[in-house]
């Protein structure tokens, strides 16, 4: 997709834009297959970073849901992360030449790659996640990382589509603990009545400042809605404060900032 100026204006004052249909065909359906390998355990780490191999890619469950036996693994995550640094697909999806074309004009700049992530919210029993910004789980940059959303299975406000809210992306908030949620936002220290839904199709991305304040809703239908999250910054990014993000072990090494090497022709 070609990004012009009034595109690049709607991204700088409400902190998000939507693409329709940015992966499709072969691409996307590929990414719905290796999503269900993921969550249903059957893909591992193929690839080191800095040394290190984990056995196995970072999960997050749904609240009791771990060790249900009763039910299939992919109907009890919640989320896997960092597949990009140990997978050559989620390297290769995450760098996309679609996801990348948009990334680049918005920034202005060259792209670089953080993380990335499945979200699953399992049919009937997937959580909400609460309001939030990004910028609460990390160090502060500048320029703001991006966040990009990706639907692989329709995303309705009965699944528990996204929610914004335009223009929330430029004050940074302070947060709460939360023993599920992490950081949250309470609906009276934000204008809770701007809030709008994000439905999408399969294929259809959403591009927004990582300090946009955002939330999904339980999933109460019949229909599970998984999706695809990366994080991005861009090429000249500036680290505001030391980059310490590890949590899972003393020995892990802290993940960081890839450049991408940009498609042929993108540059």
């Known amino acids: 997709m070609d990004i012009d100026s009034q595109n690049r204006k709607q991204f700088e004052q409400e902190g998000y834009l939507v693409v329709r249909n940015l992966i499709t065909g072969s691409d996307l359906s590929e990414l719905d297959r290796m999503t ?39 109907e009890r995550v919640r989320l896997m992360s960092n597949m990009f640094h140990h997978h050559p697909y989620f390297k290769a999806i995450g760098s996309h030449p679609a996801i990348y074309q948009v990334i680049s004009s918005l920034f202005q700049s060259g792209v670089q790659m953080f993380s990335d992530t499945v979200f699953m919210k399992p049919a009937r029993h997937g959580i909400e996640a609460g309001l939030h910004q990004d910028t609460s789980f990390w160090p502060k940059l500048k320029p703001n990382a991006m966040n990009f959303w990706l639907a692989i299975d329709p995303a309705t406000i009965e699944n528990g589509c996204l929610h914004v809210i335009p223009g929330s992306h430029t004050v940074d908030l302070r947060h709460h603990d939360h023993p599920i949620q992490g950081n949250l936002l309470y609906e009276d220290e934000v204008e809770i009545d701007k809030l709008i839904s994000i439905e999408m199709d399969p294929g259809d991305g959403i591009f927004f400042n990582s300090g946009l304040v955002h939330k999904s809703f339980p999933n109460r239908s019949d229909h599970s809605r998984r999706a695809y999250a990366a994080v991005y910054g861009a090429e000249n990014l500036r680290h505001l404060e030391p980059w310490k993000l590890s949590t899972l072990a003393e020995d892990t090494p802290d993940y960081n900032f890839e450049l991408i090497d940009p498609p042929a022709g993108a540059r």
């Open 36 to 74: 269900d390998l993921l969550l249903d355990g059957k893909l591992t780490p193929e690839t080191g970073y800095k040394g290190w191999m984990p056995d196995h890619f970072y999960t997050f469950w749904e609240p009791e849901m771990k060790d249900r036996t009763d039910k299939p693994r992919r």
